[in-house]
């Protein structure tokens, strides 16, 4: 199948305040130390990888009192220009909320199409955008009542999945959209409920399945651009099947930003403008 890229538009945070002072998933460890210089060149390796592929990369300022929000997918939701603000399910996260919607009405987003939100949702962490549908996890962050509010602000069929293992506690550690003109995913079948497995199945029929090693590697927390899909290097299961369906897989190392129970997605949040 030919591929083609399409131009993006990226937000990104640097990781200059990175490190894991408290515990809030099964990764995150505060006894283990962590470099943030090494962080900080691993995070621009991967901005200036998008910028040489022709995306936009903008940038959110870091707060040292805010030391996971490097992971910037979980800020807030943009589709059509309209922007779904998150609400953090954990108190260390709650003010990176504010940050985000102030970023974005300085950044010239009316303030109509900006939502606070009334359920707890951690923005693209839960959130997955495909051609037809906004797929959606709950069980470990997002309220499953952030997922009805989802939809009557974007419009779009929000489709519920139920995540059931502590390790893959946001949707986009267990399942990537490679394609989203097409409704292409990959996902790990072993993160998900019997049910939302059948749903999965049922809606993408095609998907790449992933193994366990390379979920656990977190090869799911990708960023597509409709043919190039950045992806952590140690994940060396998905490269061929990416190849075979006529992706350019592109292998990053942010081993650190790891230590927060984060990777390439979670660095990354699409402004679909
Ligand atoms: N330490 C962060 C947390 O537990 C990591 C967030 C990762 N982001 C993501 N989009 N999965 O909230």
């Known amino acids: 199948m030919p591929r083609h890229a399409t131009p993006r ?3 990104m945070c640097s990781p200059a305040h990175f490190e894991v002072s408290y515990s809030i998933n099964p990764w995150m460890d505060p006894r283990k130390p962590v470099d943030v210089s090494l962080a900080v060149a691993q995070w621009e390796d991967l901005r200036e990888r998008y910028r040489s592929l022709g995306h936009t990369v903008e940038e959110l300022t870091p707060r040292p009192d805010l030391p996971d929000m490097v992971f910037a997918a979980n800020g807030a939701t943009v589709i059509d220009g309209r922007v779904l603000g998150a609400r953090f399910a954990h108190a ?43 797929l959606a996890g709950r069980g470990f962050r997002a309220s499953p009542l952030s997922h009805g509010e989802a939809q009557e602000f974007f419009g779009r069929p929000v489709i ?109 949040q699409e402004l679909r403008c």
């Open 9 to 11: 538009r990226y937000l």
């Open 92 to 134: 260390e996260r709650a003010p990176e909320a504010a940050a985000h919607l102030d970023w974005f009405r300085e950044h010239g987003f009316p303030e109509g199409e900006l939502c606070e939100p009334v359920h707890i949702n951690e923005g693209e962490g839960d959130f997955a955008v495909t051609a037809s549908y906004v």
């Open 160 to 268: 519920g999945l139920d995540l059931v293992d502590p390790r893959y506690y946001h949707l986009d550690t267990a399942l990537a959209v490679l394609d989203d003109a097409a409704d292409e995913v990959a996902y790990y079948p072993g993160a998900f409920s019997p049910g939302s497995r059948a749903v999965l199945r049922r809606l993408f029929p095609d998907a790449l399945i992933a193994e366990r090693p390379d979920a656990a590697a977190f090869g799911l927390n990708a960023v597509s651009d409709g043919l190039h899909v950045l992806l952590p290097q140690a994940a060396v299961g998905l490269f061929e099947p990416l190849r075979q369906r006529g992706f350019e897989p592109i292998g990053m190392d942010l081993g650190e930003l790891l230590k927060g129970g984060g990777s390439v997605k979670c660095c990354t």
